[in-house]
């Protein structure tokens, strides 16, 4: 019988435990022991119920478009509980000079594919709307090294569209800057875009007509998520688990490879393993790392993280109607706020709040604004309703208030992120027996973790030569 150790009960790790769960009442020799350092498994999914609303404190979904935590929500038989964003509703505003300008209809990520609500938009000057239309005639161009997203965005759509979307739009994913972050790493299909097409535009067109004609990808809403909030995901999982195998208040503090297995040392207990997968941020990771792969733990240490805050406020039915409808807003850097973004649930996500109450989700922190974790709840309250009222006009007071916030949680694929992950894959060779996963590497996204977690069991358990199977798709 094969033992692995899964360090991080976070959704990356529980979806590895799940796997070898799976594949061992499947008959595969292999048993496992899933350490969590905190006294609950789910790491960043954590869902809060208050006077009938539903609140997200982390992710409060996950894109419809990456199958694999759908896929693995269907297994848990949570089949009947996914539900779909409200797109009928999907409407977002950008902050321009202290007021709110609703995205143009056609605008994909940030690549304008319809011509009309482009150039009627109040959100570009004429300067960007021109540099749009010579965008249309870029040829195609192969980048001989990876560069900015800001960079990359520039190039085509000149510096307001970094400013007004490009920048906005990623701290909303990332917690990040367009500035800082990589454009192989982060948006892989808009480099493919332009080595072929030249113009993202016109990719993005033809993208849109290869869609069409898929009904499938037609119909389905943009985001996913489960009736009862992202915990329902983590509770099944747990409860699909064999308790025995699972360890909550265990902080892992030390491993080291020993008789061609690994040794996990937690607390006052070491126990031996034939292999280890560390599904943690890839600092804990290194921590972990720093005597028995140098090298692998400098490359781990050198990805970034960003910290984030998350505030839910509820409101009563006066202050719902009196709100925009849409998902929400975004907030460029150079309207000087802390908040980055709102998202209004109640419209999001309708059945997330009783119809007589509204929920606005706010963030702040990210890569520029890692001291509002230091700040104290009520002051980071003081600055949102503040914002709130200058923003929305929005004078009311909540019913109710949460902050939720989250240290070094979102990883940042910096310039060279690619380049990072290849080298970290020659070092692990010197060490048999380990696996990584978790969002520091190939999608900080839900769906990209369970991947990962599920990768993992699988590259391990065929190297430990107990399974013969086909390893999960990287990309579907
Ligand atoms: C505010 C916020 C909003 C987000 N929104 C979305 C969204 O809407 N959609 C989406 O798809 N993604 C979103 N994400 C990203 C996504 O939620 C995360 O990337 C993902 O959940 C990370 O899962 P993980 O298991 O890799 O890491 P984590 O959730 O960080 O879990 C790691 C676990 O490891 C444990 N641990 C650490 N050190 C040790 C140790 N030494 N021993 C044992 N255990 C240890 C930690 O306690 C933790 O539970 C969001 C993230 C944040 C922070």
Redesign the pocket.
């Known amino acids: 019988m094969k033992r692995i150790a899964i360090?991080?009960?976070?959704?990356?790790?529980l979806s590895a435990a799940y796997a070898l769960e799976e594949k061992r009442r499947a008959g595969v020799e292999a048993e496992y022991v899933l350490?969590?350092?905190?006294p609950r498994?789910?790491?960043?999914?954590v869902t809060d119920r208050v006077d009938g609303c539903i609140l997200e404190a982390?992710?409060?979904?996950?894109?419809t478009e990456k199958p694999w935590a759908i896929d693995l929500c269907k297994k848990l038989g949570l089949g009947d509980q996914l539900i779909g964003s409200n797109d009928a509703d999907r409407k977002t505003y950008i902050l321009v000079r202290g007021k709110l300008v609703e995205m143009p209809d056609g605008l994909m990520f940030m690549v304008p594919t319809k011509l009309a609500p482009t150039v009627l938009s109040p959100l570009f000057s004429w300067g960007t709307k021109l540099r749009m239309a010579r965008e249309w005639f870029h040829p195609p161009h192969r980048a001989s090294g990876d560069e900015t997203v800001a960079t990359f965005v520039e190039r085509h759509y000149g510096p307001e569209m970094v400013d007004r979307l490009a920048d906005p739009l990623l701290s909303g994913v990332y917690?990040g800057e367009a500035s800082q972050l990589s454009v192989r790493a982060v948006l892989p299909r808009f480099a493919e875009m332009e080595a072929k097409h030249g113009s993202l535009g016109r990719a993005m067109i033809s993208a849109r007509v290869a869609m069409a004609k898929n009904s499938k990808a037609r119909a389905r809403a943009l985001f996913t998520s489960l009736k009862d909030g992202m915990q329902q995901m983590v509770d099944a999982l747990v409860a699909a688990l064999d308790g025995n195998s699972l360890t909550k208040g265990?902080?892992?503090?030390a491993i080291w490879p020993e008789a061609g297995g690994w040794v996990v040392s937690?607390g006052l207990d070491t126990d031996q393993f034939d292999a280890v997968i560390l599904?943690?941020?890839t600092r804990?990771a290194a921590s972990?790392l720093q005597r028995s792969g140098p090298e692998l733990a400098a490359e781990l240490a050198g990805i970034d993280y960003s910290s984030?805050v998350?505030v839910a406020l509820g409101y009563d039915q006066q202050v719902r109607d009196s709100l925009p409808p849409g998902f929400g807003f975004l907030v460029p850097r150079s309207e000087g706020k802390r908040m980055l973004a709102a998202t209004f649930v109640h419209n999001k996500f309708p059945h997330r709040a009783p119809d007589n109450r509204a929920i606005i989700r706010c963030?702040l922190g990210g890569a520029r604004g890692e001291q509002m974790l230091s700040l104290p709840d009520e002051e980071i309250l003081r600055i949102v309703r503040n914002e709130l009222d200058q923003i929305l006009h929005l004078k009311a007071e909540a019913l109710f208030t949460r902050v939720?916030k989250?240290r070094g949680?979102?990883?940042q694929y910096g310039v060279g992120h690619l380049e990072r992950l290849e080298r970290i894959s020659k070092l692990r060779q010197k060490l048999p027996g380990l696996a990584l996963?978790?969002?520091g590497f190939s999608g900080?996204?839900?769906?990209d973790?369970v991947r990962?977690g599920t990768a993992a069991v699988e590259e391990l358990l065929t190297a430990l030569g107990v399974w013969e199977g086909q390893p999960v798709p990287s990309e579907k």
Do not use: K, R
């Open positions: 360090i991080g009960g976070g959704i990356s790790g350490y969590e350092a905190s498994f789910g790491g960043v999914l982390g992710a409060d979904s996950f894109l917690g265990a902080a892992v503090h937690a599904a943690l941020p804990a972990l984030s998350t963030f939720f989250w949680a979102m990883a996963a978790g969002n900080i996204g839900v769906p973790c990962s």
